[in-house]
């Protein structure tokens, strides 16, 4: 057993069901700043006429915050894929830690330094943690889809009728 499964067994075993609430408020929260970044355009047109060249790049890493954020925070909420939604997110929270005081004001959906720094660490700690017992990976952990010998068609049954 790697590292990581190893981690992640930890995790399964020692999660509180009330840290699954505080899971949900992150992913909300998330969400909601993916919504503010999309309609903070300014901000990222600052940064491309500061330097032309990076055009293609600012471009990206927009849409990778907006994806991050939107995407994962609606992995984080309902539970699934929480680990890796929270490994996606960590860029874009050392990038707003980084940047929180830039004069673009790119990052200023996260306008305290201790707002950035504690959903880094909410982040961090569902990386290890996971997802806990009120979720969708907990409930398709239990649930394993059954698989049958033999399919039931709808259309032998409608041409008995």
């Not at 017992?133 to 649930?143: A, E, G, K």
Request: charged content about 15%; hydrophobic content about 50%.
């Amino acid at each position: 057993m790697n590292t990581l499964q190893r981690i992640e067994k930890w995790g399964d075993a020692h999660h509180p069901k009330w840290l699954s609430v505080v899971r949900m408020a992150l992913g909300c929260f998330l969400m909601y700043v993916g919504v503010l970044f999309v309609m903070n355009r300014d901000a990222l047109d600052a940064i491309i006429n500061e330097n032309p060249t990076l055009t293609a790049v600012s471009f990206g890493i927009a849409h990778y915050i907006v994806f991050a954020h939107f995407v994962g925070g609606l992995f984080i909420t309902m539970g699934l894929y929480t680990r890796l939604a929270a490994l996606l997110n960590l860029p874009v929270l050392l990038g707003a830690l980084l940047f929180v005081h830039s004069r673009t004001g790119l990052f200023q959906v996260y306008p305290v330094l201790g707002l950035s720094l504690l959903v880094l660490l909410l982040l961090a700690l569902f990386l290890v943690e996971g997802s806990g017992p009120i979720s969708v990976d907990d409930y398709m952990r239990r649930h394993p889809e059954k698989k049958h010998s033999r399919h039931y068609t709808a259309g032998v049954k409608d041409k008995e009728a």
